[in-house]
């Protein structure tokens, strides 16, 4: 082997490092190339939980190969279609932006089953079903209660005998866990009251009647009972507020969650028969 290859075959190992180097300590910090930047950028996270686990995800169109629970790394900033699915549940569908040095998070999603009701040949269920039309008891430092002459749900601070907030509705319903949220509905609208940061805010507005609102305990999501159909609907408002109809009815006239609020119990018709159904959520 001459000096000159020697020497040729040295500076080209030399070159390949100089240009390898820097690309493997940018990759192991966490920098990606951007196709849409054209430029090496540093990466995000997207953390998603479903409730059940073990759902499959799609990202862009490219199913992964792992499942919920994850903490998915090093995704170059910019926006993502993430579709989660489940054999025997509705799929869940949102597009969120993964920014740089961030992470993105999806972990308190519902994936509720596509089951049919079950009609209840044991009718002591109707015992349980609960007056809508009360107002909530006291809870905590709160109190709730109508405003006939405005049509409003008046919040008041026990504590300072203040009015806390006026949403519009006339039944009003808590959450009381994991954070505690009151929920006022009129026939046609659902408003949200947050007393950690005493914020408003409009969770769904329908041209169809909303007969009751039962929030799922611990879940992000509300189930709404319209006058023949049982719809659930996600409080996470970014990009599409996913909502799905789980049950077709000719009447509903009550509602009530099971203690494990893993199944709703019906009180109406359906195919023309009369009676109590089980609907399974998730």
């Known amino acids: 082997m001459s000096l000159t290859f020697r020497r040729f075959f040295f500076y080209c190992l030399l070159a390949t490092f100089l240009v390898i180097a820097p690309v493997l300590i940018g990759y192991t910090m966490g920098y990606r190339w951007s196709f849409t930047q054209k430029r090496f950028v540093k990466t995000g996270a997207l953390s998603l939980a479903t409730i059940p686990a073990n759902a499959s995800i799609i990202l862009n169109g490219d199913e992964q190969k792992t499942h919920t629970p994850i903490l998915i790394r090093n995704l170059t900033p910019g926006n993502y279609e993430i579709v989660l699915q489940k054999d025997g549940y509705l799929n869940w569908q949102k597009t969120l ?45 709160f109190s709730v209660f109508h405003d006939k002459k405005l049509d409003t749900i008046v919040v008041i601070n026990n504590g300072t005998q203040s009015r806390v907030t006026q949403l519009n509705g006339n039944r009003a319903v808590w959450r009381q866990v994991p954070i505690a949220l009151l929920f006022a509905y009129s026939p046609h609208e659902v408003w949200q009251f947050n007393p950690k940061d005493q914020r408003n805010t409009l969770i769904t507005r329908l041209l169809e009647e ?73």
């Not at 049919?116 to 008891?137: E, F, K, V």
């Not at 006058?227 to 996913?242: C, G, H, P, S, Y």
């Not at 109406?268 to 089980?278: F, L, Q």
């Open 97 to 141: 932006a993964i920014e740089s040095e961030k992470t993105a998070f999806a972990i308190n999603v519902t994936l509720f089953k596509n089951s049919q009701p079950m009609a209840i040949q044991n009718l002591s269920t109707l015992a349980r079903l609960p007056d809508h039309s009360l107002l909530p008891s006291r809870f905590k430092q």
């Open 210 to 282: 909303i007969k009751i609102v039962i929030p799922i305990p611990k879940q992000e999501s509300l189930l709404l009972i319209l006058n023949d159909r049982v719809r659930a609907i996600e409080l996470d408002k970014r990009d599409r507020q996913n909502s799905w109809d789980l049950a077709q009815f000719d009447k509903i006239k009550n509602a009530v969650l099971s203690e494990d609020s893993k199944t709703l119990f019906i009180e109406g018709s359906r195919d023309g028969k009369e009676g109590v159904w089980s609907l399974e959520l998730y």
